[in-house]
């Protein structure tokens, strides 16, 4: 089982600033399938990237994926007051859920 | 519009069965994998099981292995987890979620308590 290690566990900043998650697999990821979420309190997850680097339906162009093999990087750019939530990367090859990465307003 | 609603959750004794069910619209459900994911209290999301669109192909996660088993019905376009010997650690809400590379359509969740 591929193991996902998300880092920072908590990331304090400002409206405004540069949001840079990390997700770690302890194991290649094939073809990159590697998927991106955010939840905020209370809701449901909302898919943000697949395929590593591929914005989902609807999502700001602030959101950014990159990455292969086993080191992957959500970036948002410029922060919104919306945008304050726990973020989530997940393989499906098989399926994985790192522990997240809460983004709290500094 | 695209729509998953879950059903069925609620307290449950330990080593107790619970069916949940989830009604899909919007879509043709037909066309897609589905999900069950799962979040125990102040904890992160854990995938459950998933199913093919025609039901052929069903994988669960090591955790529920045994003990649960997803299902469809197409035609009623409704999703199913059937779980059985329920423990205190598999309280958590439930939620389904449409498979399209990345979960791209979730419900809003059902609660299942597990406790005596």
């Known amino acids: 089982e591929i193991v996902l290690t998300q880092s920072p566990g908590t990331l304090s900043l400002s409206p405004g600033e540069r949001a840079t998650l990390s997700c770690r697999a302890s194991?290649?990821?094939?073809?990159?399938?590697l998927a991106w979420y955010q939840q905020k309190l209370g809701q449901a997850p909302r898919l943000l990237i697949y395929?590593?680097?591929i914005r989902a339906t609807g999502i700001p162009d602030r959101f950014s994926g990159s990455g292969s093999g086993t080191d992957f990087t959500l970036t948002i750019s410029g922060l919104e007051a919306d945008d304050f939530a726990v973020y989530y990367c997940?393989?499906?090859?098989?399926?994985?859920f790192g522990q997240g990465t809460k983004v709290e307003i500094k | 519009q695209v729509q998953l609603v879950e059903s069925g959750g609620g307290l449950v004794k330990p080593g107790g069965s619970l069916r949940l069910s989830c009604a899909a619209s919007?879509?043709?459900?037909?066309?897609?994998?589905m999900t069950w994911i799962r979040q125990a209290p102040g904890k992160g999301l854990e995938w459950v099981a998933y199913?093919?669109?025609?039901?052929?192909?069903?994988y669960s996660s090591d955790s529920m292995k045994g003990r649960v088993t997803i299902s469809r019905d197409n035609a009623k376009n409704s999703l199913y987890l059937q779980m059985n010997s329920l423990r205190a650690e598999d309280t958590a809400v439930y939620y389904c979620?449409?498979?399209?590379?990345?979960?791209?359509?979730w419900g809003q969740g059902t609660t299942v308590t597990v406790s005596s």
């Open positions: 919007g879509f043709t459900f037909s066309d897609y994998y």
């Open positions: 194991q290649s990821v094939s073809s990159n399938y």
């Open positions: 979620a449409r498979w399209n590379e990345g979960m791209d359509v």
């Open positions: 997940q393989q499906y090859s098989p399926w994985t």
């Open positions: 395929r590593a680097s």
């Open positions: 199913i093919s669109q025609s039901g052929g192909a069903i």
